[in-house]
């Protein structure tokens, strides 16, 4: 159904239960499942968030400058796209990290046709870095990227299993949607990305489903065409 996709993973997910540090189990168990979906032929980049190490909006409550903050930030979520590649490449799959603002030799300087090239070639793309830019989180960077190489939805994977009407952890009586419209989601003030990333979705038709990464194949079935977690469209 999806043939090329942007995945975009918060840094917490690589955080293990406390969502702090890479927690090596956590990164091996994502690493599987996106092995598994690429050798079934999707064509799978990656955003990561940097939340486990260090967010730069946080930071700013404890004194840190807002613009410091975020360039701090960005360099956590490099550290997690390079540890989550060399997971990758653990199970036999090519995996190259991209970054928005010159790195080498950490890592190499993203351009859309570069990056394009490794998920043609049967690999997966890295992108970090965000948007190179402050005051834009990894949502805002994961849209972009998702636009700019043309994906066919973007995969938000979380802890939960889509889209609620409250926050299921804190209300049980939340109810799960199958899917919505972006007029929706804006109208009932659904968490499904932050405002400017889910605005480039919909000025860019760019569908997203919110799905639970925890849940082993749940990628594998996004490209069988299974229903799985809330899809979010035009």
Same mark, same amino acid.
């Given at each position: ?36 979906? *690429? $050798? ?8 990561? %968030? !940097?939340?486990?190490?260090?967010? /730069?909006?946080? #930071? ?50 993203? *351009? $859309? ?8 070639? %049967? !690999?997966?793309?890295?992108?970090? /870095?965000?948007? #190179? ?102």
């Amino acid at each position: 159904m999806y043939k090329r996709v942007l995945l975009k993973l918060s840094g917490e997910s690589l955080g293990g239960p406390q969502g702090k540090g890479i927690d090596e189990a956590s990164l091996n168990k994502a690493a599987a499942e996106i092995a598994q979906a *690429v $050798r079934s032929g999707m064509q799978i980049a990656i955003v990561n %968030g !940097g939340g486990n190490i260090f967010r /730069g909006l946080s #930071g700013v409550g404890k004194g840190f400058d807002r613009v410091d903050g975020d360039k701090m930030g960005m360099l956590a979520t490099v550290i997690n796209s390079l540890g989550l590649a060399m997971a990758i490449r653990s199970q036999g799959i090519r995996a190259e990290v991209f970054t928005a603002t010159p790195m080498e030799p950490v890592a190499r300087y993203y *351009v $859309r046709d570069a990056a394009v090239r490794v998920l043609e070639e %049967g !690999g997966v793309a890295l992108i970090a /870095g965000g948007t #190179g830019n402050p005051f834009f989180t990894t949502d805002s960077g994961a849209a972009l990227r998702a636009l700019e190489i043309g994906a066919d939805a973007l995969l938000k994977g979380t802890r939960v299993d889509g889209v609620y009407t409250a926050d299921p952890e804190k209300d049980p009586t939340a109810t799960k949607y199958d899917e919505l419209t972006f007029s929706k989601a804006l109208a009932d003030h659904l968490k499904v990305m932050d405002a400017t990333a889910f605005a480039l979705c919909e000025q860019g038709n760019m569908p997203i489903i919110v799905f639970d990464m925890n849940e082993p194949g749940n990628l594998k079935r996004i490209l069988d065409g299974e229903k799985v977690g809330t899809l979010v469209h035009v």
